[in-house]
């Protein structure tokens, strides 16, 4: 009996989630079409094919619905995350770059979500709240690798890993700010790679940065630079 219940068990939670995957894409649906706060259970519901009461045996409330999205957007992010092997990486740096640039890959799928997901947070505080979490959450992820790298020599010590962790956070989501707000027909994925590209060096220790800066000033054509080396010589 054991053996026979196991399948049918297997089979009823699959039904589950992909009922439970059903209401929120049909939420990401109708959030490309208006905010969050106008869309009603009841056209979540019709969209994806159950029953109205069936919402409620899955999220408690519509803001529960964007929290379980949020969650399994952050749960990617992690898995690639892991995909890297940050704690054998030689460079903490090019690990947050490439997990930046994943998150804003996933972001850029849709504008409208984003910018819905930003007006959500901002209008209810159970949303603000539950992304705060996430935040926090994925800030204390990013503190790790900037510990390795402040242990290896790599990032800045004259402050700490949790406020590196901090300000890389907030590099991202100034990136995000910035393209929902004013550069829409700008792949997101590029404003990341030129704003880091740009702060790099704050965060970067002293030897880091100035060999970044001798390797630029090798690759360039510079008189002045090629004066000096004759006059040394």
């Known amino acids: 009996m054991k053996t026979a219940s196991r399948p049918y068990a297997n089979r009823r939670e699959r ?5 439970r995957q059903r209401l929120i894409e049909a939420a990401l649906a109708l959030m490309q079409q208006k905010p969050f706060e106008q869309v009603t259970v009841e056209e979540i519901t019709t969209l994806a094919d159950v029953a109205k009461g069936t919402f409620f045996t899955y999220f408690p409330t519509k803001e529960h619905l964007l929290h379980a999205y949020m969650r399994e957007m952050a749960n990617e992010v992690y898995e690639f995350l892991e995909s890297l092997q940050p704690e054998d990486a030689p460079s903490q740096w090019e690990i947050m770059r490439q997990v930046m640039l994943f998150i804003a890959q996933r972001d850029s799928r849709s504008l409208q979500i984003a910018r819905t997901m930003m007006i959500a947070c901002c209008h209810s ?13 994925a800030t204390e992820r990013a503190r ?8 290896s020599g790599e990032f800045r010590t004259d402050v700490s890993a949790e406020e590196l962790a901090h300000q890389a956070i907030r590099l991202y989501r100034l990136c995000q700010m910035e393209w929902m707000m004013e550069r829409e027909g700008e792949p997101l994925e590029q404003i990341v790679e030129r704003v880091l590209e740009f702060y790099k060096p704050a965060f970067l220790a002293p030897r880091s ?3 970044l800066v001798r390797a630029q000033g090798l690759g360039q054509d510079c008189p002045s630079h090629d004066g000096a080396m004759e006059g040394e010589r």
Do not use: S
Request: proline letters at 3%; glycine letters at 6%.
């Open 144 to 151: 790790i690798g900037f510990e390795i790298g402040q242990q």
């Open 15 to 19: 039904r589950r989630e992909e009922t």
């Open 125 to 137: 505080p159970v949303v603000r709240e539950q992304m705060l979490a996430i935040v926090n959450e």
């Open 209 to 211: 940065t100035d060999n």
